[in-house]
């Protein structure tokens, strides 16, 4: 028995020596803004790849695959970002298509495994305002995703959970596109400077009273759209340009064959001051409105 046990040991151990180093060092230990984070993920070469689920969970990025088959002639990953445009994988090649052609090249390619699609960290570190680092001494990497991305004054990204977001004391003059679309946010504070409204910056959320800040000119298409619950919105006379389906209200949202049963022009009454854009804009769609003194 003795004899067994010694030659189980001695065949381990070869195993050992025959086996690579990287495949018996320890995975890292992973850190998000300082916190351990257990994350799905793969190394292939001393790259980190982060499963679809996890980049959508972590960093607010959607991923998705669609498997090769009757509409797909091979496997397919596509990251749509904040920016309109969508980003093309295929596993097995460095290529980032975009816009139809070659956007830039990998560190290593995606990869499917278990029916899960899987990107290159580095990619979102590009893309999506994530820092990357790792130390070999303890074996970490540590990712740094702030809550907001601001950059020239503009709010780029918001992937916060809190749907009461207090923004009075970031120096933001601009809320970007799509920032907070489907954030399903309820209540803010406006920050101090706040010019402008982009285009479907608060789409799909939860308010239903809003005053908006008198530093406000412009408000951009969609910047309210589909805000469902939306009964009063008050607009400043400061605001000149507002842009198209804004409001959602029915007559002028562009999706309005989907939502025919929602009336939103009759549920939304606009406040704003006599000979204001937001007043002609009330009156051209056939809004309900309350002129203020």
């Known amino acids: 028995m003795r004899k ?30 300082g916190l351990p984070r257990a994350m799905d993920a793969v190394f292939v ?7 679809a689920p996890d980049c959508k969970n972590m960093f607010g990025v959607k991923v998705n695959y669609f498997a090769k088959g009757s509409v797909y ?39 499917v495994k278990n029916g899960k699609a899987y ?23 540590r990712l740094y995703a702030p809550e907001f991305v601001i950059q020239d004054g503009v709010l780029l990204l918001y992937r916060g959970a809190d749907k009461n977001v207090d923004l009075h004391e970031l120096n933001i003059d601009t809320l970007g596109p799509e920032v907070f679309w489907l954030k399903g946010v309820y209540g803010i504070v406006w920050p101090q400077n706040l010019t402008k409204i982009d285009f479907g910056a608060f789409y799909g959320c939860d308010f239903t009273r ?20 939306l009964e009063y919105i008050e607009i400043p006379a400061s605001v000149a340009v507002i842009g198209e389906q804004a409001f959602s209200s029915e007559d002028e949202l562009i ?19 006599a000979g204001s854009a937001a007043e002609r804009f009330a009156i051209e769609r056939g809004m309900n409105y309350k002129l203020l003194d």
């Open 4 to 33: 067994f046990i010694r030659r189980i040991i001695l065949l381990a151990a070869l195993l050992c020596c025959l086996l690579p180093a990287a495949a018996l060092a320890a995975a890292p230990t992973t850190y998000l803004n």
């Open 45 to 51: 070469d001393g790259h980190m790849l982060l499963s």
């Open 73 to 111: 002639k091979e496997d397919k990953i596509r990251i749509d970002a904040r920016d309109g445009k969508s980003y093309v994988m295929y596993p097995g090649s460095t290529a980032v298509i975009c816009d139809d052609s070659v956007y830039g090249q990998l560190p290593c390619a995606p990869l």
């Open 119 to 141: 990107v290159p960290l580095r990619f979102f570190a590009d893309i999506f305002y994530i820092t990357v680092g790792y130390t070999k001494a303890d074996n970490a990497v």
């Open 210 to 229: 809003l005053k908006l800040p008198d530093t406000l000119t412009e408000i951009g298409d969609w910047a309210f759209c589909e805000c469902r619950q």
């Open 255 to 273: 999706l309005s064959r989907r939502y025919a049963y929602a009336p939103y022009t009759d549920k939304l009454v606009v406040g704003c001051y």
